[in-house]
């Protein structure tokens, strides 16, 4: 028992829960876009029904349940739980409200343009490849990633014994970052902050102070206090209203105004009359209508102790790092990346010149042939058979002196 639980926990922490520190994907997500990158599925090309990918990628690749797969998908095609999208869905893909996405026969999908910077090189020999779960077909160990997806997107796991729960951060900072690691190979933690001085979550909001992050990006582990986006405005004559218009991140937002209107109806918050939603497709707005004698500011913070306006995003920077878990501070995470884009393109630059001195073998052959060319119309004429041809093409010493310039 003590063995097979030993192997069951490190398959969920190696092969399940937790993201690879260098292109920041578990299996299933990782998985999903080699296998829509296989179906011709680019950012220019159609969308093709999530079913079509789901199963593509279940039959070859991941041999789990479609649920899972799909829900997998589903989250690198929405803008409110990724920074950067790594799929471009069309359909319902559910909502910042908590709604559940189409099913996947209703859905459609596509790689997102800058799903291309992770997957571009795969065919020059950058990353190793591995045997599919049959051995029919073999798939990647990892993606040749061109910026740090990990940060950029973050990420979140539990595994057995451990769990990872990494915040999105700008991209923009983030390769600026690497640029500094690639000019100063000592640079610190403190002079990476200056540049990635905070997460920076898709739904917005504000962040509470920096000791928070400053202790994940040092230590790996970080308390990060968040509130929502609300201002003061007058509604009609003697009337004020709080006006939200961005929530923490991973707040569902009808739960919020539920939580909110339950802690009026308890009489735990005093001073509002009315709440409702104006969220429509230029941005969110929900509105709470104060009483004509309270004080927005007193209210206000009220919401922000009782409610979820205000909540804590518990950093732990916890990923696979050379095949084992590590929790990593920002430097490690940053150093981790740019020595892998060595590695890659390294190995892509082997290839390359590889496959331009195959080329220049068959053009220097070429070359000797044009310049004898009479000599060998000669003897292919005069050989009894092509074998024969081609074995005296061989074995002759051609005078590369009469080579044409």
Known sequence: MKRSYLEYAMSVIISRALPDVRDGLKPVHRRILYAM?????????????????????????????????????????????MRVPLIDGQGNFGSVDGDPPAAERYTEARLAKVAQYLLDDLDKDTVDFKPNYDDR?????????????????????????????????????????????????????????????????????????????LAAYHKGRGSIIMRAKVEVEEIRKDR??????????????????????????????????????????????????LKRDAIAD???????????????FGANMLAINGGKPEQLNLRDFIEAFTTFRQVVVTRRTRHLLTKARDRAHVLVGLAIAVAN??????????????????AQLMDRDWPAKDMAP
């Not at 090309?45 to 589903?74: C, E, Q, R, W």
């Not at 060998?376 to 081609?390: D, F, G, H, N, Y």
């Open 37 to 81: 990158q296989r179906l011709g599925l680019d950012w220019n090309k159609k969308h093709m029904k999530s079913s079509k990918v789901v199963g593509d990628t279940m039959g070859d690749f991941h041999p789990h349940g479609n649920l899972a797969i799909y829900d997998a998908l589903v989250r690198l095609a929405q803008d409110f739980s």
């Open 137 to 213: 077909l073999e798939e990647p160990s990892v993606l040749p990633a061109k910026f740090p997806n990990l940060l950029v997107n973050g990420a979140g796991g539990i595994a057995v014994g451990m769990a990872t729960n990494i915040p999105p951060h700008n991209l923009g900072e983030v390769i600026d970052a690497c640029m500094l690691m690639l000019e100063k190979p000592d640079a610190t933690v403190e002079d990476l902050t200056q540049i990635i001085q905070g997460p920076d979550f898709p739904t917005g909001g504000l962040i509470l102070g920096r000791q928070g992050a």
């Open 240 to 289: 004020e209203a709080l006006v939200v218009t961005a929530i923490p991140y991973q707040v569902n937002k009808k739960t919020l105004i539920e939580k909110i209107a339950d802690l009026v109806r308890e009489k735990r918050v005093e001073g509002i009359s009315d709440i409702w939603d104006e969220t429509n497709r230029e941005g969110m707005r929900i509105v709470i209508e």
């Open 298 to 312: 007193v209210v206000l913070n009220q919401l922000w102790r009782y409610s979820d306006l205000q909540t804590t």
């Open 373 to 390: 060319i009479d000599e060998v119309i000669r003897l292919i004429r005069t050989s009894p058979s092509p074998a024969e041809a081609k």
